[in-house]
């Protein structure tokens, strides 16, 4: 256990968090793979406003990546993310390594269906199931009143909220709206590997959720036609490779029309300069944010 610039405590081990954690309360959870920028700013001071305690783990989870993808090369710099968690309010950062959180012998996972399985549950194979046994062990030490989580990666909070749903995980999940720049890209690690002209382009993706509601608001409910509306944009770069753009209702499960009342997202996916970008959007602007579960399920 040391203390980081601004006050911040940084433990890395599951005995020296639960001796900060004992007797403080209510307790702000924000996981995060590190790499911190304003995004996640934003769910640290939320964290802080709501809690008498914010705690962010920092831990780049090799469960979550697949064997071609960027783990490697994943953005890291401990000292800027201890600065970025001091200036906004954390009091305790976790940063466990691998061995700690994953020790010989583990054999565990947590793989859950229906909202885990379309979209980026089938572009990236196995990585919802890294993604929920993280979570879950991390909501297990830091035993949290409230964890927040960023819209942006809109399928992992509606995951997230089916397992703490199903679980009885004794926690309140707080979906937090995402950060743009002023261009309109989603702030994103990932960000970094783009270079200055690469983002703009990037902001392609936004303009086609924008399209996908600009034919909405227009009368579309065919979500074939809604999403031709957005793949269209996309297809004026060369550079997109789309894994997906998709309009779903809460439970993720593409319908052949779109109603009203149903609470749609449109979320897409690409790659671009070898980097794969998401973001999403609600269809209709107007909409309150939904509970991400399937119909029936506790919010």
């Not at 793949?231 to 060369?238: E, G, S």
Request: glycine share 8%; net charge negative; with cysteine.
């Amino acid at each position: 256990m040391t203390d980081a610039p601004g006050g911040v405590q940084v433990v890395r081990t599951p005995e020296d968090l639960r001796a900060v954690r004992q007797g403080l309360g209510p307790v702000g959870f924000v996981p995060t793979m590190g790499y911190l920028h304003e995004g996640h700013a934003a769910l640290i001071r939320r964290a802080r406003q709501e809690n008498a305690l914010a705690v962010v783990s920092i831990f780049v989870n090799p469960m979550q990546f697949g064997p071609t993808e960027d783990l490697a090369r994943y953005p890291r710099d401990l000292d800027r993310d201890l600065r970025v968690c001091a200036e906004a309010g954390a009091q305790v950062v976790f940063t466990p390594d691998a061995g700690v959180m994953y020790p010989p012998g583990f054999s565990t996972q947590v793989s859950l269906t229906g909202v885990s399985e379309p979209l980026d549950g089938a572009a990236r194979p196995g990585h919802f199931t890294g993604v929920a046994t993280v979570v879950l062990k991390l909501l297990n030490l830091v035993q949290p009143d409230r964890a927040y989580f960023g819209e942006k990666d809109w399928q992992q909070l509606a995951v997230i909220r089916r397992m703490v749903a199903d679980l009885n995980v004794p926690v309140q999940v707080v979906g937090v709206p995402t950060v743009r720049a002023d261009s309109g890209l989603a702030l994103s690690s990932r960000n970094s590997y783009l270079g200055a002209e690469q983002q703009a382009r990037a902001t392609v993706l936004s303009r086609a959720l924008r399209a996908v509601q600009a034919a909405y608001a227009a009368g579309e409910r065919d979500t074939a036609r809604l999403e031709q509306a957005g793949l269209d944009v996309l297809a004026t770069d060369p550079e997109v490779q789309p894994d997906y753009l998709a309009v779903v209702p809460p439970d993720l499960q593409r319908q052949p029309t779109v109603t009203p009342d149903s609470l749609n997202r449109v979320l897409v996916a690409a790659r671009m300069f070898g980097v794969r970008l998401i973001d999403n959007l609600p269809l209709d602007p107007t909409d309150p944010v939904p509970a991400a579960l399937p119909p029936g399920g506790p919010a």
